[in-house]
């Protein structure tokens, strides 16, 4: 190369040149083709409805091969959006929406008419799937709230089921992050079906006293980690659901709500298959529950090998509790003959103040007992300045290292 002539060297220079920025275009092609719901018609003016905007949005980007697609939901917007579902497959190996604005759910239940009122937002069989950005998706659940059954058990026309915020179903190996969740009218975020999937960051909240609205549930699903995220809900900061195995819970704050709860499990008689539950570093304020499993008389199968570790809790009214005997159905509610078996549980470094005089709660099922349960380093005060706390335990087998109230296991 050093032989040649200067100009040849220059032709060479600009060929390479050349080259590179066909590549680069092509790279910025595979990369990066991007699509804006306001491209698609969306007018992100609050009261339009947008949904076709974003569906037809959705269908570009997922039908798009090249590498991982983007769809944005810009700044500074707010998208009305009525029920609709993102379904899958999609054609590249990763897809990324990317919420920078807020979505709006329509305010009023008559907008769902026969369609299926469990649904706004869904995501249905899309793999690879990233969610993420700084906006919010608001439920506008109040008008919900107002007619739910569960409040208003003597109004004609009530509403006993309501929309879930973001329905997840068959999801495998993605992720949701940085988003805003508020007043769903249910449940905020459900993941079904859904294996190797992260939420991370996500803040959530509604206010205390609306109903059903969990934080995140999670069924049927695996390999999951829930870390660094806010809750104040309420009902359950997070609960785990039937056939639910390796969830990784970690840095979470929850509060106010119903706490961290598995399950409740088995309600249908079902084989209950849940393990490798993990729950660490948490910060619980005001709940009705700690760290809680609760099972249903009827159902089978098991629940074992769950970590509850690194707990404050600051005026939690249940803050270990094992219900085996759970039963929100009155007609539902008598001994019967089996049980789910709940096995090597431990709850571990886990200090704070109860709200209740029962910091512990370990009841278990005359017919299938808890065994291996393990508590290790759990100091409860009762929050009341002069009570003192007590633990109770019925069949539950196992083992307690510094626990305070105690003992308590057989
Ligand atoms: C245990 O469960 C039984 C059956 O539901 C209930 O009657 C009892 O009060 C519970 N005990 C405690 C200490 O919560």
């Known amino acids: 190369m050093y032989f040649f002539s200067s100009s040849c060297t220059m032709n060479s220079f600009a060929v390479i040149l050349i ?32 949904s076709q905007a974003f569906l037809n949005a959705w269908k570009d980007a997922c039908s798009s091969a090249a590498g991982s697609p983007l769809l944005i939901i810009p700044q500074n917007l707010k998208f009305l959006v009525h029920p609709i579902t993102f379904s899958g497959p999609c054609n590249s190996e990763k897809i990324n929406f990317a919420i920078m604005g807020t979505i709006l759910a329509p305010a009023s239940p008559s907008i769902w008419g026969d369609g299926d009122p469990s649904q706004w937002l869904a995501f249905q069989d899309v793999t690879g799937l990233n969610i993420y950005g700084s906006g919010t998706i608001d439920g506008q659940g109040k008008v919900w709230w107002d007619q739910s059954c569960r409040d208003h058990p003597g109004l004609e026309g009530c509403k006993g089921l309501a929309p879930t915020a973001l329905k997840l179903i068959s999801c495998n190996e993605g992720s949701l ?13 459900l993941i079904y079906g859904c294996n190797d999937f992260r939420v991370d960051s996500v803040a959530i909240q509604s206010p205390e006293d609306s109903p059903n ?4 549930h999670i069924q049927s699903s695996h390999q999951l980690s829930i870390t660094n995220s806010k809750i104040s809900t309420g009902d359950d900061c997070v609960s785990i659901g039937d056939y639910t195995s390796n969830v990784e819970i970690n840095f979470l704050s ?9 399950g409740s499990l088995g309600k249908s008689g079902n084989e209950v298959q849940v393990e490798n539950i993990h729950v660490s570093n948490a910060f619980l304020y005001g709940t009705t529950n700690g760290a809680r499993i609760k099972t249903w008389q009827a159902g089978k199968g098991y629940v074992r090998n769950v970590i509850f570790e690194n707990l404050i809790l600051h005026t939690v009214n249940n803050p270990i509790i094992i219900d085996q005997h759970y039963c929100d159905d009155p007609g539902a509610c008598q001994e019967t003959g089996s049980g789910v078996q709940i096995s090597d549980v431990t709850f571990r470094n886990i200090y704070g103040t109860s709200g209740t005089d029962v910091t512990v709660n370990l009841n278990c099922s005359k017919v299938v007992p808890c065994k291996d349960i393990h508590l290790q380093f759990v100091q409860l005060a009762a929050a009341q300045p002069g009570n003192l706390a007590t ?13 305070v109230p105690g003992p308590c296991l057989i």
């Not at 920025?21 to 003016?45: K, P």
């Not at 929850?254 to 598995?262: D, F, K, L, R």
Request: some cysteine; overall charge negative; hydrophobic content about 30%.
């Open 177 to 189: 992050s940085n988003i805003m969740f508020s007043n769903s009218p249910q449940s905020h975020v």
């Open 19 to 50: 080259i590179g920025l066909v590549s680069s275009r092509i790279a910025s092609q595979v990369v990066g083709s991007s699509f804006n719901v306001l491209d698609y018609g969306a007018t992100g003016d609050g009261s339009t409805d947008d």
């Open 254 to 262: 929850c509060g106010p709500g119903h706490g961290i709860s598995i």
């Open 391 to 403: 633990a109770s335990c019925n069949n539950a087998y196992g083992q307690e290292f510094i626990v």
């Open 213 to 216: 609205t969990d934080g995140i």
